[in-house]
């Protein structure tokens, strides 16, 4: 996934892990040749409209909302339709409070109104605070999880690695993360909780002491679900 900075110093663009320590816990449960992270990649201003998501600084949230409501005060100007111009007022109103676009929670109906229209705050917006910039890696692990994503973990063997799904993605959504061909022979997902890996103190104690779940295509990951899908090859 793509996060935009606005206005945060101190953050180098490009590809960042996401040193998340729930991977580094695992690592030191199971064996493995590699330990490998999520990744984000950090993009400049420019990229903002396709970002997934936007990291500004308190002090500069303000500007990113005026990016919208200079568009928005544009467009109530040239006479929309009755339905596109409450609307947009309504998303004025919001900006004018520091609330972003993605915060206001607009109907289907509504966003249908302004379906043409991009704006930037129409994505997750996560503000840092001062202090939070001399932890950039926290911040960027804070960042991924309040912008919709979460992770799952494939342990053992060549490596312990943390994969990145956006929340709600079901079990075969996620085996395509890891490859298509897992996803097209998909059979099953074997699912330990995170916390009960912990518990058990790893995946062999887990599914020895009968916590490991078989779950079917629908099933919704979990923020850090152990899984080993079972697939026709």
Not at 3 to 31: M, S, T, Y
Not at 170 to 175: K, S
Request: some cysteine; charged content about 30%.
């Amino acid at each position: 996934m793509k996060i935009c900075l606005f206005g945060v110093p101190g953050l180098a663009l490009g590809r960042h892990n996401l040193k998340d320590p729930r991977l580094d816990q695992a690592d030191q449960l199971v064996e493995a040749q590699k330990k490998t992270y999520a990744q984000v990649d950090v993009v400049e201003e420019k990229e903002m409209l396709t970002a997934d998501a936007v990291l500004t600084g308190r002090a500069t949230l303000s500007d990113l909302l005026m990016k919208d409501l200079d568009f928005v005060e544009t467009r109530l100007s040239r006479d929309p339709s009755e339905v596109e111009k409450a609307v947009l007022q309504k998303l004025a109103d919001a900006l004018v409070s520091e609330q972003p676009v993605s915060q206001v929670g607009l109907a289907p109906e509504e966003l249908q109104a302004i379906s043409a229209h991009n704006f930037y705050s129409n994505k997750p917006v996560v503000v840092a605070e001062e202090a939070e910039l001399a932890d950039p890696a926290a911040l960027l692990v804070r960042a991924f999880r309040e912008s919709g994503w979460i992770s799952f973990l494939t342990v053992g063997g060549k490596e312990n690695r943390a994969w990145p799904v956006r929340a709600g993605a079901t079990a075969w959504e996620a085996a395509g993360t890891i490859h298509t061909d897992i996803q097209k022979g998909f059979i099953r997902a074997e699912i330990i909780r995170f916390a009960e890996f912990l518990e058990a103190g790893g995946e062999t104690q887990a599914k020895r002491a009968g916590k490991q779940r078989l779950e079917l295509k629908t099933y919704v990951m979990e923020d850090y679900d152990v899984v080993n899908f079972r697939f026709n090859k």
